[in-house]
């Protein structure tokens, strides 16, 4: 990126990072206080966000009160919590109900082992709470540097002086007769089926008998997990029976998938989605800015037209989706019966600053509904548990049609998501389709910025042509300054004029840039959010995974003093960014006026200093195909600057031949004197 800073009319130029080129025009007098407040910010955010691992969700949410097992609870002590009792309707002359169960109880769905099964993950549930304790991927391990194991994408949150919070839980069936609500969560229900044959469709049935004082049967509540090979999809089904001769007025209160594990060393879009569908098909997606400071109207992911139907509810990473979608009711074709969906962020140890314990998830309700003596409802559940991958999402009908596309998200900056989303989905299928030739991702994203900086080289050069006019216009422009101080509108009209006459244009040197910046910012995007990059090697000895740090080795961890960063590795591309970008500063050339003034000369001097830093510390802990990226940009920026400012001296050196300065009238082109007419010349 090249920036350049204007005094009056007078020019200094510096290379910042991507070898993307930016042209702004800034008072000299404020340049050094936005320099020095811009290092200061980047350095801020480099100290909060690089150094310290955060995750990218915010902010603290207070501890969750669980509740403890009901099944014997006298009426007279708070384990229960009560809701507001409804209007009652006749029934059975008790005070409360009790929860009775089976004993704790695990089991295995699926498998990790995808050669042999064929199933792309592994549940493994727990008869407390009936839930997910753990869910586990078997295509992708956790990058372990020793002895890596399958990627557990799902797992318990763990909050102080409580019970532990688990994906799918139920955690509350709200009893309106009674004005009652059980912890279900805390209750081991009783395992009544099991099937795990192995590369067959496996189940597993749970149940939790809902009874009277005397021990009477009052509801039963069954729910029961179906598992499939080669696919990313499960079924969950709640059921719950009314086995009284009275209606019983009843909604259920779940967790939906809880515990997201971290997939990167910095931020990795840990967030909460939902997505719904208005009366014309078009989908509107709904997401907190910040799951953190979100507040509860905003966690609660509803959306602004009322009357559209919700299709799934997610909680999100960086690569990976946990996607419940609720099934249409039979009578009604609607899936808002499921009412309640937050997104919840968990913060265990209720520290003001994110850490790796931190975590995020979903709380789902049900509307309230009235089962009529001896029958039952069903609420059916399909979830997707697996990576964001356009690719997959387009090839699947299933996912197509309900929007799976929607999970993944591009960090789009300045630059509006109209923009930045289709380009970056268009380099992720050109990266596609050359690895399908190539077999390397290192290798591709090496060759797609050249591709890029070669269609982009036309605009590169036209704005660098413009911006070493303006340089070179600059003691002319301080004289017309000088001149007509006292007569504004007649300065402006004879700056105007020199630059027409030159053929240089501040606008040309700034609206190019302006044309580069969403193309960068979507390769960057596409490189980042890339699932097909984790675990991708570009070399067998270094850079060994794309989507982590390019730790050349590791050593046992430290702590800058006062800063209190911690570093594990060597990461030797920063560093060869750094060295790459003094080079870029040491070949700009210096300007004319920057000799004949000194504010200006201190200025460049400490850019050069400054920008070789910065970004390195700033991107010591990207992901290396990111790195990878900014590092072939820089290294192609400094060759395409040499090869256009050899040109610039060809021309300058032709026009001092006697050739034709070029202007704006001659489009560019060097064209030779032509002699006059035979009849002119002897005028």
Not at 2 to 19: P, S, V
Not at 322 to 328: D, F, K, L, S
Request: proline letters at 7%; charged letters at 20%.
């Amino acid at each position: 990126m090249q920036i350049a800073f204007k005094k009056d009319d007078r020019w200094f130029q510096t290379e910042l990072k991507n070898g993307i080129f930016f042209y702004l025009v800034i008072p000299m007098k404020r340049a050094l206080i936005l320099v020095v407040v811009g290092f200061v910010g980047i350095c801020g955010f480099m100290v909060f966000d690089a150094m310290h691992q955060s995750p990218a969700v915010h902010g603290a949410l207070k501890p969750l009160t669980l509740l403890q097992q009901t099944s014997t609870t006298p009426p007279d002590e708070p384990q229960v919590q009560t809701v507001p009792p409804p209007t009652l309707v006749a029934g059975p002359p008790v005070t409360r109900l009790n929860a009775v169960g089976g004993e704790v109880q695990s089991v295995q769905l699926g498998s990790t082992d995808k050669d042999k099964t064929g199933f792309k993950f592994q549940l493994d549930l727990t008869s407390t709470g009936a839930a997910l304790k753990t869910a586990s991927f078997s295509e992708w391990n956790d990058r372990a540097r020793k002895d890596p194991q399958p990627l557990s994408f799902l797992r318990p949150v763990i909050l102080p002086k409580e019970n532990q919070i688990l994906s799918l839980a139920s955690q509350g069936l709200l009893l309106y007769n009674y004005g009652q609500k059980l912890p279900l969560d805390q209750l081991a229900w009783k395992l009544t089926q099991v099937n795990t044959e192995p590369d067959s469709v496996q189940t597993a049935l749970f149940e939790a008998a809902i009874v009277t004082e005397t021990n009477q049967p009052a509801l039963l509540v069954r729910k029961t997990y179906t598992v499939r090979p080669n696919t990313y999809l499960f079924d969950l089904k709640l059921e719950i029976v009314n086995q009284t001769s009275d209606p019983q007025k009843v909604a259920m209160n779940l967790s939906g998938p809880v515990g997201l594990e971290q997939e990167s060393v910095r931020q990795d879009m840990r967030t909460t989605v939902a997505l719904y569908k208005n009366a014309k098909g078009e989908f509107a997606r709904v997401a907190p800015k910040s799951l953190r400071k979100a507040d509860t109207q905003a966690s609660k992911l509803m959306p602004e037209n009322s009357e559209s139907s919700l299709v799934w509810v997610a909680a999100v990473g960086k690569y990976f989706a946990a996607i419940v979608v609720p099934q249409p009711d039979p009578v009604t074709e609607n899936t808002r019966w499921l009412s309640g969906h937050t997104g919840v962020y968990f913060n265990p140890d209720g520290s003001a600053k994110p850490n790796l314990d931190d975590t995020v998830g979903l709380k789902l309700s049900t509307e309230e509904i009235t089962l009529a003596p001896n029958t039952q409802h069903a609420y059916n559940f399909q979830i997707y548990l697996g990576p964001k991958d356009k690719n997959l999402f387009d090839k699947n009908e299933t996912f197509k049609s309900l929007g799976f596309v929607h999970t993944i998200s591009f960090l789009g900056c300045c630059c509006p998501s109209q923009v930045i989303y289709p380009m970056a989905f268009g380099i992720l299928w050109t990266m596609k389709v050359m690895y399908g030739v190539i077999g390397n991702y290192g290798v591709v994203i090496i060759l797609l910025v050249l591709v890029m900086r070669l269609i982009l080289h036309p605009v590169t050069k036209k704005s660098q042509i413009s911006m070493h006019k303006m340089s070179k216009l600059a003691p002319r422009a301080e004289e017309i300054k000088k001149k007509y101080a006292a007569n504004k509108a007649e300065m402006n009209r004879q700056m105007m004029l020199l630059y027409k006459e030159q053929g240089a244009s501040p606008i040309m040197g700034f609206l190019p840039m302006l044309i580069q910046m969403p193309v960068w910012i979507s390769l960057w995007s596409a490189i980042n959010a890339s699932v097909d990059l984790r675990g991708a090697k570009f070399l067998p000895f270094w850079i060994t995974d794309l989507s982590m740090p390019d730790a050349l080795f590791y050593f046992p961890q430290i702590t800058i003093p006062l800063v209190g960063w911690t570093l594990d590795s060597f990461n030797l591309l920063p560093v060869l960014m750094g060295v790459a970008f003094y080079l870029q500063q040491k070949l700009m050339p210096t300007q004319a006026n920057a000799a004949a003034n000194p504010q200006m000369a201190q200025q460049q001097k400490m850019m050069a200093i400054m920008m070789p830093i910065m970004f390195p510390l700033m991107l010591y802990k990207m992901p290396s195909g990111v790195n990878l990226y900014i590092m072939t940009s820089t290294a192609l920026g400094v060759l395409e600057q040499h090869v256009i400012r050899k040109h610039i001296k060809e021309k300058e050196a032709l026009e001092g031949r006697g050739l034709v300065a070029v202007t704006s009238k001659t489009g560019g082109k060097v064209k030779k004197k032509k002699p006059k007419p035979m009849f002119k010349q002897f005028k």
